[in-house]
């Protein structure tokens, strides 16, 4: 189990509303579909994919599947969303500890963050301006999104 395929898996927001069914214990797929507006295959369809994405557990108990997360699967997504607090934690740290106007930052930020967590870890460097007659063409060429 990958952090991508959980973050693919939860993207869904029918999927993640079925995931946060189970956040207060295990369920079979009738208690969870009595409580969504989906059918009861569509929650088992949702559920099939979160637990090949590793998020989700299953059990038989009779005739029917009960349902539960799997901490295995949570313990990858939050070590993948631990790296990038660990980066904002290392950047407060520098700016408390410095004095105003000196820059001390991280050596290097996590490995795959983001880009708005490194420019806050980074200064960035000074733009040059176009010619405003560049940005009033650039701005006429834009196209309305539909």
């Known amino acids: 189990m990958t952090y991508e ?7 869904d927001p029918t999927r993640r509303q079925v995931f946060e069914h189970l956040r207060n214990g ?9 409580e969504m507006p989906v059918s009861r295959p569509a929650v ?3 559920l099939k994919v979160l ?3 590793g998020l989700v557990l299953d059990q038989a108990e009779g ?3 009960v349902y539960s997360i799997d901490p295995n699967g949570l313990g990858a997504l939050r070590s993948w969303l631990d790296q990038f607090w660990d980066t904002a934690l290392e950047a ?13 930052l991280p050596a290097t930020p996590a490995k ?3 880009d708005e967590l490194i420019s806050t870890a980074v200064p960035a460097a ?14 006429r060429r834009r196209r309305p999104r539909i």
């Open 92 to 104: 407060f740290k520098a700016a408390v500890e410095n004095p105003p106007g000196q820059t001390s």
């Open 63 to 65: 005739t029917r599947r």
């Open 44 to 46: 088992s369809q949702h």
């Open 112 to 114: 795959g963050a983001p």
């Open 51 to 53: 637990k090949d994405a």
């Open 26 to 34: 295990p369920r079979a797929v009738g208690e969870i579909a009595a």
């Open 126 to 139: 000074p733009r040059e301006r176009r010619p405003r007659s560049q940005a009033r063409t650039r701005q």
């Open 5 to 11: 395929s959980a973050l693919l898996a939860l993207a």
